[in-house]
């Protein structure tokens, strides 16, 4: 999966005072970083994710794509899949139908 999380660039978007005990801010730690960050308040709602397909040169929208090729191996004719990494475009940014709740918002949802 990776660090896709906001704790590898060093922000904690969903932080707040009464959240995570005492700590050697000072004064205003979260405000001036609340500011820094453009007084935008951040959500813990994901809208959009990053698409996991691929278009090929005819425009056709898949995860992998395959082309058939014919080995001859012993005088007899084989059909064989090459996969193809050469000219795919990535999707792109895919809009959700339904938000997700972000990765790093420390919130229990359901405790069992």
Not at 69 to 82: E, F, H, M, S
Not at 92 to 109: A, M, N, S, T, Y
Request: with cysteine; proline share 5%.
């Amino acid at each position: 999966m990776g660090a896709s999380g906001s704790k590898s660039r060093g922000l904690w978007p969903f932080a707040s005072s009464a959240a995570g005990g005492g700590g050697a801010e000072g004064p205003g730690g979260q405000q001036a970083l609340a500011r820094a960050r453009g007084g935008r308040a951040a959500t813990p709602f994901v809208f959009t994710r990053r698409g996991s397909m691929y278009y090929d040169e005819d425009g056709d929208l898949a995860h992998e794509f395959y082309e058939e090729t014919i080995v001859t191996k012993n005088g007899r004719k084989r059909a064989k899949l090459k996969r193809i990494h050469k000219n795919l475009i990535p999707q792109g940014i895919v809009k959700l139908e339904h938000p997700r709740i972000h990765v790093d918002f420390p919130v229990i949802i359901c405790e069992v």
